[in-house]
């Protein structure tokens, strides 16, 4: 499966939560709980962001009907929630937008999925259609972006 990208859920950027768990040991040391990595397969897609009337738009387009299709079902146990997306480069965050300032929602397409992020306040509206901007120059400068629900990753561009 070339269309996908294993992540680490785990981890994910919070310290002391990596491969184990520091517990008290029993003679008062401290003793490592080993924990089970939680892996998790994100659907790879082309993103594109553009602006529309009152916000942005994410539209999400994948290569086989499999990855679609998991990329929907993401969409749709995550819907409603805070939608995010984080811009990386050699593995490391340069930007993450929160959307916090809008209403998003996800639409299902043939081959994806489509997140259209709008707000009704001309200074919010502002603010979503700039955060725009700023990822489709760091798309277009070789940043890979990570889109999340929920704090959930749902996909990531390739």
Not at 12 to 32: D, H, I, L, N, S
Not at 57 to 70: G, L, R, S, V, Y
Not at 81 to 102: F, Q, R
């Amino acid at each position: 499966m070339t269309t996908s990208m294993v992540m680490e859920r785990a981890g994910m950027g919070m310290p002391g939560m990596g491969m184990g768990t520091m517990m008290q040991g029993a003679m008062g040391g401290t003793a490592t709980m080993p924990a089970s990595p939680q892996w998790m397969m994100v659907p790879r897609c082309k993103m594109t962001m553009t602006k529309c009337k009152g916000g942005m738009q994410i539209t999400c387009q994948c290569d086989d009907k499999m990855t679609a299709t998991m990329l929907q079902n993401l969409c749709t146990m995550m819907a409603g929630g805070m939608c995010s997306c984080c811009m990386m480069m050699n593995g490391m965050m340069v930007c993450c937008c929160n959307m916090t300032m809008g209403m998003c929602k996800c639409e299902m397409t043939d081959d994806g999925a489509c997140i259209t992020c709008t707000s009704g306040d001309p200074a919010c509206c502002s603010m979503i259609q700039a955060c725009c901007d700023c990822m489709a120059a760091m798309c277009a400068a070789g940043c890979v972006c990570c889109m999340c629900m929920n704090n959930m990753p749902v996909c990531c561009s390739c």
